[in-house]
């Protein structure tokens, strides 16, 4: 027989000789299957396909970190959180290696005022008249008045439409 015919009445023997769906793979059999536990700092997940389980490094969230946590205390390797407002990522790099980052907008060196947001990152603004602040590049029209706050923030720079 040639290939093509070898696996012709492989096919043909597995699904329908002995009715076996062949497109879905068996469990595998581990009764005589020894497996090795996963050492300290590792989570064991196993596979339906698998008869051991893999070890995944995870990381133990520290103090300032366990209300942010998805699962109970811990992140798994590769896994991150966002912190402090959406201004940090912390994400798991390796066995108990937590890593943070900000996750801010660098401000230009031609930034004339920065704001200081209480719930996010610093940004590059022009203050207003009631204490806020306005977004550098971005414009707000009043009943009136349509004031716009240059690239690189400072002085509003309005324009009286009434």
Do not use: W
């Not at 300290?40 to 997940?45: D, K, M, Q, R, S």
């Not at 943070?100 to 603004?125: M, Q």
């Amino acid at each position: 027989m040639r290939k093509p015919e070898i696996f012709l009445y492989v096919l043909l023997s597995c699904c329908f000789l002995r009715n076996i769906d062949c497109r879905r793979p068996t469990k595998p059999d581990c009764s005589l299957v020894r497996c090795a536990r996963c050492p300290e700092n590792h989570l064991a997940v196993t596979s339906v396909n698998e008869c051991c389980p893999r070890c995944i490094p995870q990381c133990f969230c520290p103090e300032y970190l366990k209300n942010y946590c998805p699962k109970v205390g811990y992140l798994l390797l590769g896994e991150s959180v966002v912190i402090d407002f959406g201004t940090r990522e912390c994400k798991c790099i390796g066995v108990n290696k937590i890593k943070c980052v900000s996750t801010c907008p660098k401000i230009p060196p031609t930034c004339k005022h920065i704001a200081r947001p209480l719930d996010g990152c610093r940004l590059c603004a022009c203050p207003t008249e009631n204490g806020n602040f306005i977004s550098a590049g971005q414009s707000v029209k009043d009943r009136c008045k349509i004031c716009n706050c240059p690239r690189e923030g400072g002085d509003l720079q309005c324009t009286h439409i009434c």
